[in-house]
């Protein structure tokens, strides 16, 4: 019997909080319950349950650990060579390529990681499924980059669909300045720095184009000097 996309062992091991929440959004949004490790004691600890797994992505990960381990190495000896692995990289710069090898993704924001995911499940044979992502009334669409909500639909460049994504999913929290930062390049393009660092901007331009004052059930506030909070009317 097939087994649907929930039930699927599938299992995400991430060096930074940003290729963790990432892609642990990306394969929720598609359906499947991710097991989410961030460290190699974590994968080694599931002893043969490692080589059981459906496929593994492993995100930002170092050559070595902090214990001196190769970590693909040593993450290959637990899952065994059957077990599909996908490695990738949240991408510096302006990168948006693949190595010749194709065995490294290097998307940049959450839309690219998730072509990557579904490229990566469909290659493999397991269920691939529209991501679905919506709070109320606003509907993601991360592989076109668009939000729906009434009878609208509105395009957003990448920095501003990872902001409101994370807003939505941390909705009711204020969230400071530093933590959406976390979730966005480190080290972008002249043009995205600018965007990045004025967020205040790009959140009046965020609350004006998404009708965030109430009109839909929700509303984007923000609190001086300590962040930004999205909450339900």
């Given at each position: ?113 998730c ?47 990872d ?52 009109l ?18």
């Amino acid at each position: 019997m097939r087994r649907s996309a929930a039930r699927r062992r599938v299992a995400v091991l991430a060096y930074t909080l940003r290729a963790r929440e990432q892609a642990r959004r990306v394969f929720r949004s598609l359906g499947y319950a991710p097991l989410v490790l961030d460290g190699l004691d974590e994968l080694l600890a599931l002893g043969p349950r490692a080589g059981a797994l459906d496929l593994l992505l492993l995100g930002d990960a170092p050559a070595m650990d902090r214990g001196g381990r190769p970590v693909l190495a040593c993450v290959r000896g637990a899952i065994g060579e059957a077990v599909p692995l996908l490695q990738f990289r949240f991408a510096r710069g302006a990168a948006n390529v693949f190595p010749p090898d194709r065995t490294v993704a290097l998307p940049r924001f959450f839309g690219e990681l998730c072509e990557v995911v579904l490229s990566f499940l469909e290659a493999n044979g397991l269920e691939v499924t529209p991501p679905r992502l919506a709070w109320d009334a606003y509907a993601f669409q991360p592989r076109e980059g668009t939000v729906s909500f009434g009878d609208r639909e509105v395009a957003l460049d990448p920095i501003a669909f990872d902001v409101m994504l994370e807003l939505f999913y941390r909705a009711g929290q204020v969230v400071n300045k530093k933590t959406l930062m976390l979730m966005l390049p480190s080290d972008a393009p002249a043009s995205e720095q600018r965007r990045i660092d004025n967020l205040g901007t790009l959140i009046k331009e965020l609350r004006s184009c998404l009708r965030l004052r109430g009109l839909h059930g929700w509303e984007l506030e923000t609190y001086s000097h300590v962040g930004y909070r999205l909450a339900r009317t």
